[in-house]
Every structure is written in C-alpha cells, then in structure tokens.
C-alpha cells in the first residue's frame, strides 16, 4: 500500500548548497538553499527568493559560489539558512567561517567547506524564483580527494536535507557501481 503526499519538494538526495556572493561594496554574504541541482552539464539550477540578499548580491555581480554542505559543519550551514544576510551582516562570521575570493569568479568561498562550484549567473527570474547559472570550475579540497585526485565523497561526508521530517542527513556507503552493476540484465 502506497499513500500520497500531494505536490511536494520530496526528492532525495536533496543536496544542502551554500550560495555565496560579494554585495556591491565586496561584503561577503552566504546562505543556506536546498531546492537546487545539476540542470546541464555546465549548468546548475537554484530556486532562490527574490528577498534573500544573495539575489540582490548575485544581479549585482554576475557570480556566485555553491559550496557542498558537510557534516562537519551542519550547524554553521544551517545558520547560514536561519539567518538573514538582510538583518545580520556578518553571519559568516559569526557562524566562525571564513571567506577567500574564488580564482574564477567574483564570489567568495567558504574556505571551510571543502568543495565549490564557481558560478557566472546565466539567469534570474523573480517570478519562478529560478536562477541558472554557468559551471565555470569546481575545486575540492585536497582532504577529500582519492589516491588518483578524483573526489571522494566519503571523505566529503555532503549532508542531505530531509525536508519531509526537517533533518540532515550524511550520505551512507557505497552500494553498487554505476555503468556497471546494470549490465547483468543486458544478456
């Protein structure tokens, strides 16, 4: 027996992303955003508010950051989501995290999360509250790289947000091998 939930945001994983901007005077802002993912191979797509001060930051500069959120620091990146950048200024700091300019774009990263997507804003729309954005490089952290330089995942321990029961969650173990594991039925 199945039972509906009606039209609801409930995918999973549902990736916790850190959106991070510079104001017009080059102040550092970020927030949390769960409803967002891959819309492309070089596109990713976010469903921000027009009222978040990191949509005004980002039509003002053209660029943003997404950095994953970790289990490591769960607490921080949720209050980069409780918190309004409109009413406190310096919530990265007071979360204890820091900032340092993205090589390619003009958006800080959060030097504590280990992996980021530097992004150009393709574009925003105020009444879908959909902004799309350009892929231009993603750089992890050596920490959360294998042996042969490619991401690990576990290493990252990214959290997912459960927004049926409001919770986080880290991402488990391996299960299978994709491109692989699918081929016993082609016989």
Known sequence: MRKDFGAKPLLYPMPVLIIGTYDADGNADAMNAAWGGIA??????????????????????GAFTVSVATAKYVAECDYLGIESGNKEPNKIGKAGLHTVKAPNVDAPMIEELPMCLEC?????????CRLLGEIINVNADESVLTADGKIDVQKLEPITFDSSNHAYIKLGEKVGNAFKDGSKFKK
């Open 40 to 61: 492309d191979d070089t596109k990713i797509s976010i469903c921000l508010s027009p009222t978040h001060k990191t949509v005004a930051n980002l039509k003002v500069k």
């Open 120 to 128: 150009k804003v393709i574009s925003y729309d105020d009444a879908t």
